[in-house]
């Protein structure tokens, strides 16, 4: 990579814009085109996306159980509106079912790539 790729990649995760980007960067727009039709470059930006990606869901999964056992005392509150209490209850149901789903296809995923692997 070379340094204006480098700077490239890093304003591409950090702005919301391929404009923006490529203002940050110091770069023209066709440049950064080019750049982003680069197999090199594509793979390491994919890298960086999944990077931050990981360490984003290492921080939420750490927020959960605290999230979890307060949206619990909210709905075993009685001293709670009642609207408030099926706020929160709403929430634990909603969020359970989106783990579940999201638990289930990980572990299909991994049979699968499992029996990929056994088949090569």
Do not use: H, W
């Amino acid at each position: 990579m070379t340094p204006k790729q480098e700077r490239a990649l890093a304003a591409l995760i950090s702005c919301p814009t391929a404009r923006a980007a490529a203002k940050a960067a110091g770069l023209s727009e066709s440049a950064l085109r080019r750049y982003k039709k680069d197999p090199e470059f594509q793979a390491e930006y994919r890298k960086r996306c999944n990077e931050l990606l990981e360490a984003a869901c290492t921080k939420a999964k750490s927020a959960l159980p605290p999230a979890i056992e307060r949206l619990n005392a909210i709905v075993q509150d009685d001293t709670q509106q009642p609207r408030e209490q099926i706020a929160a209850a709403r929430a634990v149901c909603e969020y359970s079912l989106r783990l579940n789903e999201a638990v289930d296809i990980e572990q299909r995923l991994r049979a699968l790539e499992e029996r990929s692997r056994n088949e090569q």
